[in-house]
């Protein structure tokens, strides 16, 4: 019964074992490497005292892991979902049925062979940092069965009686499929992804873990005396590097989108993905605050996007949840015909209103000036190999262009639609119930021009979803205006008196 204390699988044992080696590994791995650079010493003990730390620390983690195994409990009781854990001081969360906005499901390699799954129970008033809670393994018809009850308690108001089906229900998912990757579409995207700057980043995170150990110092200084002596093999092994770290992102991308479909079920949108590890991801309908489509300069010519969604709920360390990606990778014109069921109140339009032609030159002066200098100081340490960077100066001069081109907005009955440029193009499409504040704003310049920067927030973890800078003045006030309570689009067109108010 449902209602009687459960534990988790034994699995959980080694999934906390894992996650713990890997919470020191870091540490660990730094230890050893500053002892083994060490002079030996002739006392057994000092000789052997790492191995005897490693080997103690080892047993207080596996120790630590079966008692929070042991403690660990959940039941449905009272309309409420009730979890019982800790290690030394037992702490108890009961989280009402009204107040959970999903349960997510994710599977591993070593989930799937047993048919277990991970749930993360995720509420609207959830912490930033973590899930409201997470159920590290539990059987697979089980957490479907948990799902299936918490629902029909929150549309009934009582808890149903656990019966024989309930815990055999099929984990197969249902309802309307919106969208379903292709391999030439997963192919395409893996290949288009642009991860290559999350592996960088994290190579560099990695290292900085050294920072005690390696002379980064002394590295530098050598590396400047090769680049001024071999900048031919420093481009070489600069461009094999970036291959290789391409390379990894296509994995990535291709491991994670692996098989990704998009289904409507009742009304909530639920993503499956991946190849390696399986992931379930449940978005209500009625907690997406806004819509966003986004091109990047790579798929942009063949007319590609993807589409994501802020949404109020979910961690925002969950990355399952913080890209809330719906379409990975589709033809930018088959996205109204695939949203139209799901989302039926967004409008999709293409015709814009556009930022002024005197703009356009706030959109890259500023970048080129400070390329400029970057490339006077760089031809000054590396001449004359640093007047490459004169390249520099045609790309910041490129990029503004780019973004004054897509810089525009629409208004068309309660929708707003804001499209900027950061490296991507991104369409915004905010429902003005969903807003949850606009922001007006001219500085000293913008004002001479008779500019002005129009700036949406919605009630979602990413909070800011789109800025639009140097758009007409007369422009952004009839957004503001429309923005304003009590009123409606026939109004648009009557000029804000106050909008810096």
């Given amino acids: 019964m449902m209602s009687e204390p459960k534990r988790l699988h034994p699995i959980m044992i080694l999934l906390t074992i894992i996650k713990s080696i890997k919470d020191v590994i870091v540490p660990i791995a730094i230890y050893f490497f500053i002892f083994f650079f060490k002079d030996p010493s002739d006392n057994v003990w000092i000789r052997w005292s790492p191995y005897f730390f490693v080997a103690l620390l080892l047993l207080s983690i ?120 292709t391999r030439k579409q997963l192919l395409f995207f893996a290949s288009t992804s642009g991860r290559a700057g999350v592996i960088i980043a994290a190579v560099a995170a990695f290292a900085g873990q050294f920072a005690d150990v390696i002379p980064f110092d002394e590295v530098f ?49 639920v993503i499956t993905r991946g190849l390696l590890e399986k992931r379930t991801t449940t978005i209500p309908v009625r907690r997406i605050q806004a819509l966003k489509i986004s091109e990047s300069i790579f798929r942009q010519p063949f007319g590609y996007a993807s589409v994501s969604v802020e949404y109020a709920g979910g961690s925002i360390l969950d990355e399952n949840k913080t890209d809330g990606v719906l379409i990975p990778i589709v033809k930018k014109r088959e996205i109204p015909r695939l949203l139209q069921e799901g989302l039926p109140e967004y409008i999709f339009e293409e015709q814009y209103h556009s930022a002024p032609k005197r703009a356009q030159r706030r959109y890259f002066f500023i970048k080129s000036v400070i390329m400029t200098l970057v490339t006077i100081g760089l031809s000054i340490w590396l001449w004359p190999y640093g007047l490459l960077a004169i390249l520099l100066i045609g790309l910041m001069w490129g990029w503004g262009v780019l973004q004054y081109r897509s810089a525009a907005w629409k208004v068309t009955g309660h929708q707003l639609v804001l499209r900027y440029r ?30 002005a920067t129009i700036g949406t927030f919605v009630m979602s973890r990413g909070g800011g979803v789109a800025v639009v800078k140097h758009l007409e003045e007369e422009d952004a006030q009839k957004i503001y205006k429309w923005y304003l309570p009590n009123t409606t689009p026939k109004q648009d067109n009557v000029k804000a008196q106050n909008p810096e108010s």
């Fill in 422 to 451: 950061d490296i991507q193009q991104h369409t915004v499409y905010l429902q003005k119930n969903r807003i949850q504040s606009l922001d007006y704003s001219v500085n000293w310049f913008q004002k001479r021009a008779h500019l």
């Fill in 221 to 269: 200084n050598e590396m400047a005396d090769i680049i001024k002596t071999g900048f031919l093999l420093i481009i070489v092994l600069v461009l094999a590097g970036l291959f290789i770290v391409w390379m990894l992102s296509v994995v990535w991308a291709y491991l994670k989108y692996n098989d990704f479909t998009l289904r409507l079920v009742d009304d909530e949108l």
């Fill in 62 to 181: 596996f120790i630590s892991s079966f008692i929070k195994w042991i403690r660990y409990t959940y039941r449905l009781e009272d309309n409420e979902l009730r979890i019982e854990h800790g290690l030394f001081v037992k702490k108890k969360r009961y989280i009402p049925f009204e107040r959970i906005q999903s349960l997510d499901f994710s599977e591993t390699i070593l989930h799937r062979p047993l048919g277990l799954v991970k749930v993360t129970v995720e509420t609207a008033a959830g912490s930033v940092d973590e899930a409201e809670a997470d159920m590290t393994a539990i059987k697979k018809d089980e957490a479907t069965a948990i799902r299936k009850m918490i629902a029909e308690a929150k549309s009934t108001g009582k808890l149903p009686v656990e019966n024989e089906d309930t815990g055999r229900e099929e984990t197969e998912e249902k309802g309307l499929v919106l969208y379903k990757i």
